[in-house]
């Protein structure tokens, strides 16, 4: 036999962070299934897996989620609580939950019963198989959120996408698995008011999505208005890059090409003998140059703010993490030890 069949397969350490708003009524249900996950599994790829960790991150909601999270930790033993001082929004408490966790991998997944646990196996072995460091749930089945509000999800994603340059934000999914060392990094570094997706794109160097059905919420109304759902697309356009900024400069300079161009036309037209009234060449000829001169100013210095805003939200140069090969992107297939 050889070496690697005497060896036995390894096991990946998930830790599964979940930040809790409102989870006086949903949370012991899921719990309980993450119950039937803290033993050691096999995923449909054949590959050992074990939920090493629950975090539970509570970020100060109305309801009473406080004393269901100690009721858990006092009954279970892979429960992890992290008690922010003040509700901080959903991104902020999953950075904490993460910042928190030691697992091989993390799985981030949200408090209302949407995200079936069932799937992790399935998503872990869409990383192993595809060797990705980051990979989202993809629903087959259409989000239980109604009509305009899945419509207006997908849309504003799109535009991030095509317009704002944010990555694969059609992909982005609240219920994803990080590698581990990716996902710490993430919280380490990130700024404040950061999208942690689009944080995310920015070091991860494969991203995918791996199949998924969502459920209905738990018995609660939802804890998004469309009105935070409009800042949190807000916020996703400004930490998406600078290629908003960038715009003004390319219409800085597209104005004041016309307004060169039209301030040529109205010169030639008045030397060239032109019906037009006095003053008004001289006085249209100053507004086109001056307007295009102002707003490729304003564009210069958008691409300098553009530099700061990168370092204000954390964007590394880089980052170092240790060789694929000895992580778990690099254990041997299942098959291998058996063939």
Not at 240 to 260: D, E, K
Request: with cysteine; net charge neutral; proline share 4%.
């Amino acid at each position: 036999m050889t070496q690697a069949q005497l060896e036995p397969a390894y096991l990946h350490r998930v830790s599964v962070v979940v930040p809790v708003y409102q989870g006086e009524r949903t949370l012991p249900g899921l719990v309980q299934e993450l119950t039937g996950l803290v033993e050691e599994f096999t995923t449909a790829a054949g590959h050992r897996a074990v939920v090493s960790e629950v975090i539970l991150c509570h970020d100060n909601g109305p309801d009473a989620s406080d004393r269901i999270i100690r009721e858990l930790a006092a009954q279970h033993d892979f429960l992890k609580p992290v008690w922010l001082s003040r509700n901080f929004g959903q991104h902020a408490a999953t950075l904490a939950g993460i910042a928190s966790s030691g697992g091989d991998w993390v799985v981030t997944l949200d408090e209302d019963g949407q995200h079936d646990p069932r799937f992790i196996g399935g998503l872990l072995d869409t990383a192993l198989q595809q060797r990705a460091q980051v990979v989202y749930a993809r629903p087959d089945n259409v989000p239980p959120h109604g009509f305009v509000r899945n419509t207006a999800s997908k849309g504003a994603k799109r535009a991030l996408e095509s317009v704002f340059g944010g990555g694969n934000a059609s992909a982005f999914n609240s219920y994803r698995l990080i590698l581990g060392e990716v996902a710490r990094s993430v919280a380490a570094y990130s700024g404040t008011g950061v999208y942690l997706d689009v944080a995310l794109s920015w070091i991860a160097n494969s991203i995918v999505t791996s199949p998924v059905m969502l459920r209905e919420e738990g018995g609660r109304r939802s804890g998004y208005s469309y009105r935070s759902l409009l800042a949190h697309f807000w916020r996703m356009v400004l930490t998406s890059g600078t290629r908003g900024l960038r715009l003004v400069t390319a219409i800085g300079v597209l104005f004041a090409l016309l307004g060169l161009g039209f301030a040529i036309y109205l010169t030639v037209n008045r030397l060239a003998g032109g019906a037009i009234e006095e003053g008004w060449t001289s006085i249209m000829v100053m507004l086109s140059l001056t307007t295009g001169a102002i707003l490729v100013s304003l564009g210069i210095v958008a691409e300098y703010l553009g530099v700061a805003v990168n370092m204000a939200l954390g964007k590394p140069a880089y980052l170092i993490v240790r060789d694929p090969a000895a992580g778990p992107l690099g254990a041997p297939e299942p098959d291998a030890r058996t063939s």
